[in-house]
Nanobody, 121 residues
Framework: QVQLVESGGGLVQPGGSLRLSCAASGSIFSINAMGWYRQAPGKQRELVAV???????NYADSVKGRFTISRDSAKNTVYLEMNSLKPEDTAVYYC???????????????WGQGTQVTVSS
């Protein structure tokens, strides 16, 4: 079994910062891409940022220059540093990873349970 556990969400004022973390655990053989998605009330889930196993990154246009994704492969952990937060960043943020377990031949997609980020004064 594999688990993705997020942490670091909360309430922050506009212009503030938060750092999200997501740790993968279980019978993990390897992890390819890891990423963050978000879903605001009444909206579809959208990609925020993704980082490949080799460290290449991609961001949604709405967060470029404000958010930074990184990973610690030794800890099976991905981070999202969020700066200059805006009210429109308010959403539930989900961690996502392509993981091959010890008993599988291919990578499967796994999701965390989500962490709430609220940007409000």
């Amino acid at each position: 079994q594999v688990q993705l556990v997020e942490s670091g969400g909360g309430l922050v004022q506009p212009g503030g910062s938060l750092r999200l973390s997501c740790a993968a655990s279980g019978s993990i053989f390897s992890i390819n891409a890891m990423g963050w998605y978000r879903q605001a009330p009444g909206k579809q889930r959208e990609l925020v940022a993704v980082i490949t196993k080799g460290g290449d990154t991609n961001y949604a246009d709405s967060v470029k220059g404000r958010f930074t994704i990184s990973r610690d492969s030794a800890k099976n952990t991905v981070y999202l540093e969020m700066n200059s937060l805006k009210p429109e960043d308010t959403a539930v943020y989900y961690c996502n990873a392509l993981i091959r377990t010890s008993y599988a031949r291919v990578h499967y997609e796994y999701w965390g349970q989500g962490t709430q980020v609220t940007v409000s004064s």
